[in-house]
């Protein structure tokens, strides 16, 4: 990818974006979150695994669509997770979490159909989202993430978003955060 | 620590470093526990690590087919010989020094051997820890550390009336469960408090309200988290004399099927046909149908939505760590194991929009409990405390209304590990009698 000055106009807006979308959820204004999502939205987050060196490829996280993952669902389970914490009688969230979406290492992968006139952006990053809960409680989830999102007037839909988390055995008793 | 006749249990045993203790000792190297799934470890030299108590184990296949488990630690100076989670292997070699071990456990390797051992190392006495028991039950893999421990199916006893229900095909033929991942997370709890819920804490339905307000069914419907085919029957709460508990519901003979699943016709019409084959293959016994359980002591099952066996493995007095494993129809068509699996995924463990509220649950619980002044007040378990039991619905101790007797009497055979009883007393062999003399 020849990075002109298009590539890093195109990054700035990208990147903008994903900060805004961070600022919605640490700010708890989950509805205006789940606005920015596609209708088509793949929600993934694989589970990771030890294997033998040379295995990595094939063995290491689970996949899409088969298996057990941590998530692997669409918008209309998101959504579910969202009017879920808006009960108020979700304990796992209730009161609810402090949390901030830290975003960082942002890479435009891949732009289409032209750098000049982008419908649809995959964009890498490093997440690092920090949670404290109740009074004691805190997690650090920390990983690698891939997002496709697709042109929506001035703004953005996440169409894809997928969560490399960097743990084997989970070292959080939930993930009831939105990531 | 546990008062049966009053009802209550002292706060103690979800967080005493000494009890925690005790029952490393005592419990979990005595108890059969469970390992794995034979359709975990298919073809000869698979391995699957897996956790029995405080202890990491090798569950594998060796080259000419026998399962096993072993210790996973090395005999030399004790580095875990095998990290890896799953795999396929000729022998495990330890990282430290390089002994190396077959897949049925025996010594094989040991660098230098002439020079610096011959002679006065045996190596058939060096292999691999073995469990001292392993019971293959319908492709269920269990183990104990104690020689003396009864054969599994005793120790299971009349348990297997619902467990059979929930590791058989859908249709009614034994076995043929196959696992479709696995979970793994810790959370600061004690094990009990988890394994005592699936025991058929049906009470603890409020706590659940969020999800059954949203509506994520099998089959999406707001007001519910499954599809409740339990409706229109009897629901039993059950103890048995060895500690297991579940609760289950017995449905009428002419009772039909519940739709599940029903935006996927294809998954609905598999589920329609198993409900129907699994009667006219199992007659009465089709009547029962599995909801949530534990087998004595710490491997809870969900029977039909979700289907999986949970493992609560003891990690220290206030925190556990479990793995759940997820089962199918080995044989199911391709979508009836897809749909199922997303619906397992939005309902249990730390990602499961249900079971995140247990693990609240859990977790504070075990935190309130830890105080010098809350450590006076023993837990309530008198629920149904005065209720007969409802003999003419199988044995073991039934009731027909939530109870705590399951709960008590899952603590009873726990204090009998923990006083170092002899089998007879863990097996309960005294309990029956006694209740039936009281009638
Ligand atoms: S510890 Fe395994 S070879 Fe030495
Ligand atoms: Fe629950």
Known sequence: MKKGLAYF???????EFLYQEADLLDTRKFREWLDLLAEDLVYFMPIRRNVKFGEHDERENTRQGEGISWFDEDKWTVTKRVEQILTGVHYAEEPLSRVTHMVSNVRLLDVKPSMEDPDEVTVGCRFLVFQSRVEYEHYTFIGRRTDVLRRNGDSWLIARRELILEQNVLLAKNLSILF | MINLAAGTVDREIFTSPDVHRQELEKLFTRSWLFVGHESQIPKPGDFFVSRMGDGPVILCRDDRGGIHVFLNSCRHRGMKVCRYEHGNTALFVCPYHSWSYTTDGKLQGVPQYRTLYAGTLNRDEWGLVEVARMANYKGTIWAS????????????GDAVDHFDHVIDCRDGRPGGAEVIGVHKWVFPSNWKFAAENFLGD????????????????????????????????QRVWVGYPQGHGMTSGYVPDDVEYTPTYQQYPEVDEYFRHCFYERKRRLGERANLLPLVGTIFPNASYHGRQPRGICVWHPHGPTETEAWRFFLVDADAPAAVKDVPRRYYMRYSGPAGMTEQDDMENWLYATAASKGTIAKRYPLNYQMSMKLPNATHLGPGEVATQMTDQ????????????????????????????MLRAAE
Do not use: C
Not at chain 2, 145 to 156: G, I, K, M, V, Y
């Open chain 1, 9 to 15: 106009e195109l990054k700035q807006e990208i990147e």
């Open chain 2, 202 to 233: 049906s009470y603890h339905n409020p706590s659940h309200r969020s999800v059954d307000m949203v509506g994520m069914s099998a089959s999406a419907q707001a007001g519910q988290r499954r599809d409740n085919e339990y409706a229109k029957g």
């Open chain 2, 145 to 156: 550390w104690d020689p003396e421990a009864p054969d599994f199916l005793n120790w299971l």
């Open chain 2, 406 to 433: 399951t709960p008590r009497n899952f603590y009873r055979v726990w204090q009998r590990y923990m006083s170092g009883d002899n089998w007879d007393s863990l097996l309960g062999r005294d309990i029956q009698p």
